[in-house]
């Protein structure tokens, strides 16, 4: 392993040193690490609107997703053409009743508990159902009414006479657009003759028309569904990519949505909404979207609130697994999810864990589309407190009751670096929306130290070692973590890193 050098005494900010730390490891030097803004130990000032707790975005209550906890931020709002204009009616809103919505639908929003727009929403719902319909690529971090804004804005625009496809919401994964759907439902349950549909593989509807007035999928299926003419796509006239930046920037779902997009009538509305878009990617995103309305928010904190960041010095990789055992106690305290890098580790652990008579359940892409479903489902209703994946769940799947992430793996791209984005993303499955969460990552060599260094250096925090020769310390560590009220650096703080990184 690699000698202490200079530079790692002087990483100190970004990992914590550790006898085995600094034996093992070369840190990047100083310059490279961002000091940690110290944590407010006071919570957020309440605000006399109720949307912090009555909205709730990705999934719905019912399918127990998290309530929305809205941060205080402000909107960045760059109109094309003649839309800046001050006197132009795309201004924001306070109320839904100013969009002049059908009564079902608002008895749909308000059923959910929303009872006026989220700051996204007051200038994305405007920009949406203006007429003649503006294509619109908005950041907007989860928490925040992205689900709610386009979807309300699909209910507004289809004609619910006929069943012809008339709106396609993508995603990157089937569990995500399935959750989508789920939401759509719920909102529109109100509205009389709404049939949303899964363009999802389903062997069980091989042969089948793809019909409703909403159809929620994956680019692959999508696409293929719309060329064997299972999905008529000639009425289709909203377009919607949610995580924008993993569907346009990955080279597969890239061309996917590109083709899919190609297959579709000219004229229709393209709406991008993702957590980040790096400049290479809104880029292409404004080509895929010509003349759109571009929508930013500058948080002051973002709906990741705290996550505390630990690691484990593991004996090896076979040591892994041991140290994953003795972790497991505490992970089923609430729900947890274990990341890992590949599909085979991931059968392997649920196959041994099984074995030694845990409960567990693993998820990824090469299990069968109804497979997936059945298990994400009984993770999301709790009779699986342990879920094992890959990075086929880092995005956009809400499940409120998660408290712990295990960077199984640490993240890497193809090229083998570290993945700040995967990373930033994996571990965004907890602390949902205001609450705690802990990230426990598992170091067991110097390639996954080195990995681990560069991300805490890269987004400036502190990733504390944790002991695996003291049980008792280590679960009384994580136990007062998760009581706390404010776990690490905000997310934001960490999307600034990667921001500006990406310019």
């Known amino acids: 392993m690699a000698s202490e050098t200079p530079a790692d005494t002087q990483a100190d900010a970004a990992v914590s040193n550790s006898a085995s730390l600094e034996s093992r490891i070369t840190l990047p030097s100083a310059a490279e690490t961002v000091s940690e803004p110290q944590a407010s130990t006071t919570a957020p000032e309440e605000t006399e609107s109720t949307v912090e707790e009555a909205q709730r975005d990705g999934a719905t209550t019912e399918k127990h997703g998290s309530e929305l906890r809205e941060p205080e931020y402000d909107v960045d709002v760059k109109l094309s053409d003649l839309q800046a204009d001050p006197n132009n009616p795309l201004h924001s809103v306070k109320t839904f009743e100013e969009l002049g919505l059908e009564r079902s639908i608002l008895n749909g929003i308000y059923n959910m508990n929303f009872r006026s727009p989220s700051k996204i929403q007051e200038w994305a719902l405007p920009i949406l159902m203006h007429n003649p319909p503006a294509n619109l690529i908005a950041q907007s971090q989860s928490g925040t009414g992205k689900t709610a804004a386009f979807t309300l804005n699909i209910l507004h625009r289809i004609n619910l006479e006929t069943m012809a496809p008339q709106s396609l919401i993508l995603a990157p994964s089937r569990e995500l657009a399935r959750q989508i759907k789920g939401v759509v439902e719920t909102m529109g349950q109100f509205t009389k003759g709404l049939v949303v549909t899964a363009a999802i593989p389903d062997p069980s509807r091989r042969g089948q028309k793809f019909e409703g007035q909403v159809i929620v999928g994956t680019p692959g299926t999508t696409m293929d569904m719309i060329r064997r003419k299972l999905l008529d796509a000639r009425q289709i006239k909203i377009l919607v990519l949610d995580e924008a930046d993993n569907m346009l920037d990955q080279q597969g779902l890239g061309d996917q949505c590109k083709r899919v997009k190609a297959l579709l009538p000219r004229n229709i509305q393209v709406v991008l909404f993702s957590a980040t878009f790096p400049p290479q990617v809104i880029q292409y995103a404004t080509q895929f979207a010509?003349?759109?309305?571009?929508?930013?928010?500058?948080?002051?904190?973002?709906?990741?609130?705290?996550?505390?960041?630990?690691?484990?010095?593991?004996?090896?990789?076979?040591?892994?697994?041991?140290?994953?055992?003795?972790?497991?106690?505490?992970?089923?305290?609430?729900?947890?999810?274990?990341?890992?890098?590949?599909?085979?580790?991931?059968?392997?652990?649920?196959?041994?864990?099984?074995?030694?008579?845990?409960?567990?359940?693993?998820l990824s892409g090469a299990l069968e589309g109804p497979q997936r479903d059945e298990i994400i489902d009984r993770f999301r209703d709790g009779r699986a407190k342990v879920l094992i994946t890959t990075n086929v769940l880092a995005r956009g799947i809400d499940v409120q009751s998660v408290s712990i992430v295990v960077n199984y793996d640490i993240p890497e791209t193809l090229r083998g670096e570290p993945d700040y984005e995967t990373y930033l993303h994996r571990i965004g499955r907890t602390g949902r929306f205001g609450r705690v969460g802990v990230a426990v990552n598992f170091v067991h060599d110097q390639d996954s130290w080195q990995k681990l260094a560069k991300i805490a250096a890269f987004f400036g925090v502190e990733c504390k070692p944790l002991p695996t020769d003291d049980w008792d310390f280590l679960e009384e560590e994580i136990k007062k973590i998760l009581r706390s009220s404010r776990a690490g650096k905000t997310t934001k703080e960490m999307q600034m890193q990667t921001d500006g990184a990406s310019a």
């Open 290 to 362: 010509p003349n759109a309305h571009q929508m930013t928010l500058k948080h002051e904190e973002l709906t990741v609130e705290g996550i505390k960041q630990v690691f484990l010095d593991c004996n090896g990789e076979d040591d892994k697994y041991r140290v994953l055992v003795q972790l497991y106690g505490l992970m089923t305290i609430a729900s947890s999810i274990i990341f890992v890098k590949r599909r085979d580790t991931a059968a392997e652990i649920e196959r041994r864990l099984t074995q030694d008579g845990h409960k567990v359940a693993q």
